[in-house]
């Protein structure tokens, strides 16, 4: 199956320990089949004695228990160093399957997400790949254990006797048909129970990162209504996966014991009839056990080779998917760029049938600013997404000093560009591991003069335990302000040639609007800068405005020329300061 085809390969770097764990499982094997022997012989000689052939020879029995319990310790360290093997080899497998995913997660581009619940990819990565322990570290090492036990045994019953021996063989087609029965059936079932784990997960993935807005909008018992009929739904799910296994369990022992009354049956009266010594009829009933014991732990594996399989399937759809922005071969490695950024009769939809940028053309030179303006949803983020190659292009060419980025390696275009936001993202770690995120090398003083330089220095002391206090999950702990100045000093730390602000200063108050713009006209310094802004005051000093309507260029100059065509930057300039009129009016 392709699902195995595509898991199995991470199985390979610690084949020797599969191996080694066979070895051990082949002992306690060996170990199964000797005891029964054993006993066999006490049988024998006990049944001499009854005859009258022979003395007792208490020499033997002492014999033969001190072989059973060796026998047994034996089994004993074999069964440790199976299971201890063979789990070390399956989650270092599961480890490599899930750093894997996660590598293929982070090469798929920012349309890959747009319709992706974090919850569900999360589930992928460490609910479906658990089930992957069971696949090597039993079923595989089960299958080939128990086929040669299965062999094993059937080999000592013929030696004993061949009819009652084939005898024993009656049920086993109905039990292999058992078996693929089972597995067609239930596999379905058990993928929909991890679709289902995965949809709770990302509910409560959900939940948990928006409890600010539950709590702000008493949704509280909304949002348990609706996690618990989730809840419900996945319980369901593993229910109906459940009832198939709980049937198919007992179905299955009741067919293999068929076989001790076969035994019981016929060997019974072979005995009985001398055809049939009492140690080999004493021993085929030992041996029976064994004989049945493989097929029903086949049948017993088969249920989590089902899980595994269903959570497979959901694995190698990530494994499998190709990203949308790739490399060419050999790609252009800029080291560091001047900073002139060119685009060329761009066009760009993120749904087929609605357009979001259309014939865009453009030329910001190294160390200028380039303003975007227009209303919400006008494709001025869309720009700045496309130069760092979130997405491309459907139409038209993104150059940086001359060169198509498609051309350059991701690693080096991105090192290129520092970009500043207004939904900052803050990792939950230390001041100091923020700061550093885009320059791991930077000394101390080098983040202490981007900390000052983004004016973050002083409040940053003030925190408990300076650089090194704890911030929280998207610094949760910190103020709108404080979070977007530490992301300032990321960039400033970064030192890249090309600078993206988004709407950087558009959530703080005056303030610390003053202090973020005289941190960013610091960033800016010889700088190629990409502004989008909605107070139009932050970029009256930009060196080309441009002016963006439905998708397309409507105007283009700077502040005074733009003015003075009396267009739409003009009559957004008017509202922004009548609006700025009213307020101080109002204090």
């Not at 699902?3 to 060996?30: D, H, N, Q, S």
């Not at 894997?100 to 747009?114: E, G, K, N, T």
């Not at 700045?384 to 038209?396: N, V």
Request: aromatic letters at 8%.
């Amino acid at each position: 199956m392709k699902e195995l085809k595509a898991i199995l390969p991470f199985a390979k770097p610690y084949r020797w320990w599969i191996v080694a764990a066979t070895v051990c499982m082949l002992l306690v094997t060996a170990a199964n089949l000797t005891g029964p022997w054993l006993i066999r012989s006490l049988v024998a000689m006990v049944e001499d004695l009854a005859a009258g052939a022979g003395a007792p020879d208490y020499s033997y029995i002492t014999y033969l228990a001190l072989s059973i319990v060796a026998v047994y310790i034996i089994r004993a360290l074999s069964k440790f160093g199976t299971d201890y093997i063979s789990h070390c080899a399956a989650w270092n497998m599961v480890r490599d399957i899930r750093h894997r995913m996660y590598d293929a997660l982070q090469r798929m581009s920012m349309r890959y997400y747009s319709d992706k619940q974090t919850g569900d990819l999360m589930s992928r990565v460490i609910n479906d790949t658990r089930t992957f322990e069971v696949l090597l570290a039993h079923a595989i090492p089960t299958v080939v254990v128990n086929g040669i036990m299965l062999v094993g045994v059937f080999v000592i019953l013929s030696r004993m006797n061949l009819t009652l021996a084939m005898l024993t063989l009656i049920p086993v087609p109905l039990l292999a048909w058992m078996v693929l029965k089972f597995s067609k059936i239930s596999r379905p079932l058990f993928r929909i129970n991890q679709e289902k784990v995965g949809e709770l997960n990302a509910i409560l993935q959900d939940n948990f990162s928006g409890i600010r807005e539950i709590k702000a909008f008493t949704q509280e018992e909304y949002e348990s209504r609706r996690t618990g009929a989730a809840l419900a739904v996945q319980t369901r799910a593993m229910l109906r996966a459940l009832k198939v296994t709980n049937a198919f369990h007992p179905g299955i022992e009741f067919v293999a014991s068929l076989g001790t009354v076969i035994v019981i049956f016929f060997g019974g009266r072979l005995a009985l009839g001398s055809y049939l010594p009492m140690q080999d009829l004493v021993a085929f009933l030992l041996y029976l056990n064994i004989f049945y014991q493989p097929i029903m732990a086949l049948g017993q594996i088969n249920e989590g080779l089902q899980q595994a399989l269903g959570s497979a399937e959901r694995v190698v759809e990530i494994l499998q998917a190709q990203p949308e922005i790739r490399e060419i071969p050999n790609p252009v490695h800029l080291r560091r760029a001047r900073g002139e950024v060119e685009f060329r009769n761009v066009s760009f939809r993120y749904v087929d049938s609605i357009p979001v940028l259309k014939n865009i053309s453009f030329t910001v030179r190294p160390g200028e600013t380039l303003a975007l303006v227009g209303a919400t949803g006008v494709g001025k983020t869309t720009i700045a997404s496309l130069i760092p190659r979130f997405y491309d292009p459907d139409e038209g060419e993104i150059l940086i000093d001359g060169i198509d980025i498609r051309k350059l390696s991701l690693n080096s275009l991105r090192r290129q560009i520092s970009l500043v936001s207004q939904d900052v993202f803050l990792f939950n770690g230390t001041v100091r591991e923020n700061i550093l995120y885009g320059s791991p090398g930077a000394s101390q003083a080098e983040i202490i003069a981007a900390a000052k330089a983004a004016n973050a220095h002083d409040f940053i002391m003030g925190l408990e335990n300076g650089y090194d206090t704890k911030i929280g999950e998207r610094g949760v702990k910190l103020s709108g302000g404080q979070k977007q100045r530490i992301s300032i000093a990321r960039a400033i730390l970064k030192d890249a040639p090309i600078l993206i602000l988004d709407e950087a200063t558009s959530a703080v108050d005056t303030q610390t609007e003053r202090l973020i713009q005289e941190a960013l006209n610091r960033l800016k310094e010889n700088k190629t800068a990409i502004v989008i802004a909605h107070r139009l005051s932050t970029i009256q000093d930009a060196d080309h405005i441009i002016v963006l309507r439905d998708g397309e260029i409507l105007e283009q100059g700077n502040h005074r020329e733009l003015l003075a065509q009396k267009g739409l930057y003009y009559q957004l300039c008017q509202a922004q300061s009548a609006d700025r009129e009213l307020a101080v009016e109002a204090i």
